[in-house]
């Protein structure tokens, strides 16, 4: 079973687009991160979020805790975007575990 | 700062043979995370560290060895290796419980 759900698994998108990925978890959580890992394997922390939205730069997180579910949106993409996006959330009651999603891979074409 | 390091950057191992993956963090970071990366699988925790001296096992901890003498380091070691372990492995290490963590460059492992 799949504690961490991650859609869509690829997406291309136009230079300037608003970009979407989605992440649902089934368990309970203390905190859900978003990563990325760029082309060459390197993986950088994101965000870190317990509730509510966080902002930096053209990236946007939100979570809503009742519904289990995540966003990370990417306004005005740029080529320098594509990268695989991954959520992974910190359950509750497993010490310092943490569930990953399968990553969203994202491409922005010039 | 160097953040978190990790050598070797590649190795190809036979079967059978063992060896040690180096991990250093430089931020004065307690807790430390050794994850392996397959294709098309998220990341699998192996072990982790709370600090130095303390280690506990992650969801896939079979095959690998871990210890943590000092805040620094958080070598995995491998005593057997078998193909099932080819993978990428990451380092991680974060300040607080659960908090963002800061992940080494990897290291690729092929075993034939």
């Known amino acids: 079973k799949n504690e961490v759900e991650q859609s869509p698994q690829n997406l291309t998108a136009q230079e300037g687009e608003f970009i979407t990925i989605n992440c649902s978890y089934s368990?309970?959580?203390?905190?859900l991160h978003w990563l990325q890992q760029h082309p060459g394997g390197g993986i950088v922390s994101l965000f870190m979020l317990s509730s509510g939205k966080k902002k930096h730069g053209r990236l946007i997180a939100t979570i809503n805790i009742q519904e289990k579910h995540s966003s990370l949106h990417i306004t005005a993409s740029h080529p320098r975007d594509s990268a695989v996006y991954i959520c992974a959330v910190s359950p509750v009651n497993t010490g310092n575990q943490f569930y990953f999603g399968t990553g969203t891979s994202l491409t922005v074409i010039p | 700062n160097a953040g978190v390091t990790q050598t070797p950057k590649f190795r190809i191992l036979k079967i059978g043979q063992s060896m040690t993956l180096q991990c250093t963090q430089d931020?004065?970071?307690?807790?430390m995370y050794w994850y392996r990366q397959d294709p098309g699988m998220g990341l699998k925790l192996i072990y982790y560290?709370?600090?130095?001296?303390?280690?506990d096992k992650g969801e896939v901890p079979n095959g690998y060895n871990v210890s943590r003498s000092t805040t620094e380091d958080f070598p995995l070691r491998l005593e057997l290796a078998a193909p099932s372990q080819t993978s990428v492995y990451f380092c991680?290490?974060?300040?607080?419980?659960?908090?963002?963590?800061?992940f080494g460059p990897g290291t690729r492992l092929l075993v034939l």
């Open positions: 368990v309970g959580i203390s905190a």
């Open positions: 931020m004065n970071h307690n807790y």
């Open positions: 991680a290490s974060s300040y607080f419980l659960r908090g963002a963590q800061y």
């Open positions: 560290s709370v600090g130095a001296g303390i280690t």
